[in-house]
């Protein structure tokens, strides 16, 4: 216990800057036998509750998209799961419809890649890694995404047995073009709603400190260390910390 309290409050400080090599390895043996299934019953159990206690506001928020102009409710995009196997990927919509995801390759592309004065001049001159001015994000778009409700139906992706409810984000197709070999380690296990690095400063963390993060947590991964994770989770969301 006292193992995974430390795993959860590390952070940018705590970690230091160890070379990458040190975490070219990430012990996936945690993820498999009796532990393994009861994360997935507990998925299921958690998933199927939030559906049911969120189901009015998946009704609220459709109907606002729909009002905000032309265009599906869901957003529907390829991601990489475990061990790099495609899926699909839902999130309410929050940008005009039929737009041109080139603004997006190229802040991608920054972030991996460590250009930190890149995603500062692209956000304003403020020190964040996410696009906070993404002009083709609509009015109640940007409302979703600071409450982090465009979120919500990927836990359609977590019945599905594609997602967890905690693990590392999964990575859009383009995004992995620009991966070092290690970077690869965090797609070794199943991707998830929330993860250590959504409590540990989201939008503010780089790009390599994500992964570090991630490595660390397939590293210790336990059911009280996820449970750590998504009780830390709801603060975070109801703040806003890191979302735009």
Known sequence: MKEDAAALTCDSRAISSPQPSLFLAADTTRFFGLQARLKRLMDILIAVGLLAVTSPLFLIVALLIKRSGPGPVFFVQERLGRDGQPFLFYKFRTMEHNSDDAIHRQFAAMFINGDEEGCRKSNGDRKIFKMSQDPRVTQIGAWLRRTSLDELPQIFNVLRGDMSLV???????????????????????TPGLTGLWQVSGRSSVPFEEMVRLDVHYINHWSLWMDLRILLKTVPVVLQGTGGY
């Open 167 to 189: 693990g590392p984000r999964p990575p859009i197709v383009y995004e992995i073009e620009h991966y070092q070999p290690w970077h690869m380690e965090r797609l070794k296990v």
